[in-house]
């Protein structure tokens, strides 16, 4: 099992960047897929942005590409997102989450594929 945290939220002006990171607890970390989702007020959670276990495969939602980066670093239990070009469309919580299968062949987009999740961390971009 992992345990996500995230943090490096915060409120930014329109066309500015952050990075966010996220922290997992347990010996097991790059056995999980991890990803990136966002909820904005009165939304769905919706997928941002996901890694391999391995870092080589990324794949990111059409309205976030190009803008986002995400990574990973197994040696630190922690995947972040590079979040640039913010728009307020942008503004939301951003929640990290590890797939809730170890070593699953494929990267999944899917929320119900993910069944460890953080606390989210709020970005809000300023027009």
């Known amino acids: 099992q992992v345990q996500p945290v995230e943090s490096g939220g915060g409120l930014v002006q329109a066309g500015g960047s952050l990075r966010l990171s996220c922290v997992a607890s347990g010996r097991t970390f790059s056995r999980y897929t991890m990803g990136w989702f966002r909820q904005a007020p009165g939304k769905e959670r919706e997928f941002v942005a996901a890694?391999?276990?391995?870092?080589?495969?990324?794949t990111y939602a059409d309205s976030v590409k190009g803008r986002f980066t995400i990574s990973r670093d197994n040696a630190k239990n922690t995947v972040y997102l590079q979040v640039n070009s913010l728009k307020p469309e942008d503004t939301a919580v951003y929640y990290c989450a590890a797939d809730s299968v170890e070593y699953r062949f494929r990267i999944t987009t899917e929320t119900d594929d993910y069944g460890y999740w953080g606390q989210g961390t709020q970005v809000t971009v300023s027009s």
């Open positions: 890694i391999s276990r391995s870092g080589s495969s990324t």
